[in-house]
């Protein structure tokens, strides 16, 4: 068989945020084989309670079968069904989500798996039972994905590696969604008061179809300059021992976002309050820091200092006609 195709950056992006929002989550890894005009073939769980954290790892260490056809799908781990009522998650995900739905509910992030196709994963703002994880994922994919595969236990596709699926083993893509909420189990249960089965169709015309790399349009919060589109936060992740430094993230992130502000003419004032706007309203580091208020603030100031001098220094001209005076020999 032809070599697959493989985008290991985004396979370890994906695990990344996976770990960052449901740390110590542990998870199976399984094979499947979808020979065309076959049933697929599954081979269940040939990685057992592997710690999110090391799924990377895990997932290069099968790469060998993946070459030979299989696909590496997960889910979270049977180790679980012992702990049904005790065990606990914020994790809740939908298949064939509709991204653009009635009551706006936006996911933490999407794998595009075919066209119009995607998993979408949320977080829900308290921890509760696996059960109940699994009643609320097919409450909503009642009124906004598929029901078929609701169950939590569900196995699920892993960006950067190929669908096979499909007869042209297409690369699954990794979207952002432009900005976090927070699911809560009232809200989710209230969908049905909201005529959640009188649901349209589902459109596409604003989704994205087949790029991953999702751009954001900036809007500076005085309205005097245009817009431009940005990378959103998490495609500026920066790792320390194996985790996201979300720290070195938001400074690369507002840094970037600096310099494109003053690119596109932007006055210096505009561009930090901007700036700030968007890491006070976007930043999963800020949102995790929101428990003390004043210290967030703090936060907040220095990054988007730092961000300006550093963009200012990246787009100041060198010195014309620098020579230096330093004597041959001299100290």
């Known amino acids: 068989m032809a070599e697959r195709p493989l985008d290991l950056q985004k396979v370890e992006t994906y695990w990344l945020l996976v770990a960052h929002h449901f740390e110590g989550l542990l998870i199976d890894l399984s094979l499947f084989n979808f020979k065309r005009g076959e049933k697929p073939k599954v081979l269940q769980g040939v990685k057992q309670a592997v710690p999110v954290e090391k799924a990377y790892d895990e997932t290069l260490m099968l790469l060998d079968e993946y070459y030979r056809g299989w696909d590496i799908l997960w ?7 012992d702990y049904l009522s005790s065990a606990t998650t914020t994790l809740i995900w939908v298949n064939n989500f509709q991204l653009n739905n009635p009551y706006g509910i936006m996911p933490l992030f999407s794998v595009q798996t075919g066209q119009n196709k995607y998993q979408s994963y949320f977080k829900l703002k308290h921890p509760v039972s696996i059960e109940e994880a699994d009643r609320l994922q097919k409450e909503l994919a009642r009124h906004l994905g598929d029901i078929s595969a609701g169950s939590f236990f569900h196995h699920r596709q892993i960006a950067g590696l190929a669908n096979g699926t499909y007869e042209d083993d297409p690369i699954a893509k990794l979207f952002f969604s432009f900005k976090m909420v927070y699911l809560t189990p009232q809200g989710i249960f209230s969908l049905s008061s909201k005529g959640g089965e009188d649901i349209k169709e589902p459109s596409y015309e604003n989704t994205p179809q087949g790029n991953d790399e999702m751009l954001h349009p900036v809007v500076n919060i005085e309205g005097r300059y245009k817009s431009f589109p940005i990378d959103w936060w998490e495609y500026f992740l920066e790792v320390k021992d194996g985790d996201i430094d979300g720290e070195a993230t938001d400074l690369a992130w507002a840094t970037y976002m600096a310099k494109k502000a003053m690119q596109a003419g932007w006055d210096e004032i505009t561009t930090t309050l ?58």
């Open 75 to 81: 889910r979270p781990s049977f180790y679980y069904k």
């Open 274 to 331: 901007t700036v700030l706007h968007y890491l006070k309203n976007h930043s999963p580091e800020v949102g995790r820091r929101r428990k003390i208020p004043q210290l967030v603030w703090d936060y907040l100031f220095k990054i988007v200092w730092k961000a300006m001098s550093e963009a200012k220094k990246e787009l100041s001209p060198p010195p014309p006609n620098f020579v230096s005076r330093k004597l041959k020999g001299g100290i």
